[in-house]
């Protein structure tokens, strides 16, 4: 008599061991960074504070020290060397208590720069808890795999199987919305930082939505867009007046500074001749009495008149530095406003990727395994190389990088074994 069994192997114990190391010490090669890398640029003469960036689409990170600069592709050193090479041609100026301006230079030596994140690993397929995890040197598939809640073909299949379209369709409308608003988003920021009054209106030619959708997004976008840029060129405006005024004050209250140094020089002439006459005695006292107040009287106004040309000329100066601080403190919000709505619209991007594949027929596995399945392995890393993104085919233990999708991939195979009874 014999009987059939039926057994279901889902592979060996997973372990981790990371190691402090680039993300290819042992892929061969410096690492290179890229869109999403997170670099954290320091100088001494600024003590503790740093500055973080992370890297944009078009390889370039926005620095207020200056603007957008090119480090996609470069290793960590060759940003270290970048940077020495730009930051000593620029000054730091800095404010003293007592409204004085302290110019810093930076010398190479002040410059330390590293890697603060890099892009993270995302695992998808037939894991328990597929997503994204913050990149780690030095880990490997088996490792990610693990962190993900490990192999899962009950779960990712019956999940794919069983989920109502109508959710999923929900879902991922929801999320191009989400998407369409950072998108508009992202071009009211470069509008804004270009001192444009309007941007291109037209939706992303993917946007699966009607075109109504993204015509309100716009134009709320459009609408915001004047409005900002009104206040913004109103208050520019004001400072800009007020700038002029008081420079205009300064010019007539110098020339009545002048006009009035000239009468003080007349009267002190006239109380000289006056004290000689008197000397001689051909002059009463009073009229000594009145040249000396005459000389009291225009030194007053002249001294009075000096005082206000120095506050008008103070004023002028604070009407410019707020007008060039209004300038810069709108950069450089919009430009981390820029950064973040950018990385948004990656995270976005990749959602709804991940849930347009749970909405195309899958025609893989079933839901559930049958008596007898044995499933096998396929583990798959579409990494970007160059120029053009290409599908591993790898080992639980290689290494990932960077930005690596990670496909997990349980085929059901018929697996019968008669055993004697």
Known sequence: MTRIRYSLLLGAPLFCACLAASPSARAGGPYRLAPGDTVEIGLAVLGDQRQRAMIQADGTIALPWTGRVMVGGLTEAELQTRMEMLLPNRTLRSRTPDGREHIIG?????????????????????????????YRPMTTVRQVVTAAGGYSLLRSRATQAGADPADLRRDHDTLWTDYLREYFRTL?????????????????????????????????????????????????????????????????????????????????????????????????????TDSRRAVLLSSSRRLETTVQLMRARRQADDYARQLERLGNQRQNTLLLQLRDAGARLAELALRIQAVGEKLRPSGGAPAVPSPGATPSISLIVTRKVGDQWQRLTVAEDTDVLPGDVVEVVLRAEASVAVVAN
């Open 188 to 288: 009211r920021l470069r509008a804004e930082l270009a001192d444009h009054d309007e941007f291109d209106l037209a939706p992303p030619r993917a946007s699966p939505l009607p075109p109504s959708v993204a015509e309100t997004i716009a134009k709320a976008e459009l609408e915001s867009l004047k409005v900002s840029q009104a206040e913004f060129r109103l208050e520019s405006s004001y400072l800009a007046r007020a700038a002029r005024e008081t420079q205009e004050q300064v010019v007539v209250l110098a020339r009545r500074e002048q006009e009035e140094g000239k009468g003080v020089d007349a009267d002190t002439a006239e109380l000289e001749r006056v004290n000689r006459l008197f000397g001689g005695g051909t002059l009463v006292s009073q009229r000594v």
């Open 106 to 134: 930076i010398r190479p030596e002040d410059i330390f720069v590293s890697v603060a994140e890099f892009r993270p690993v995302y695992v998808t397929g037939d894991v328990l808890t597929p997503g994204q995890q913050a």
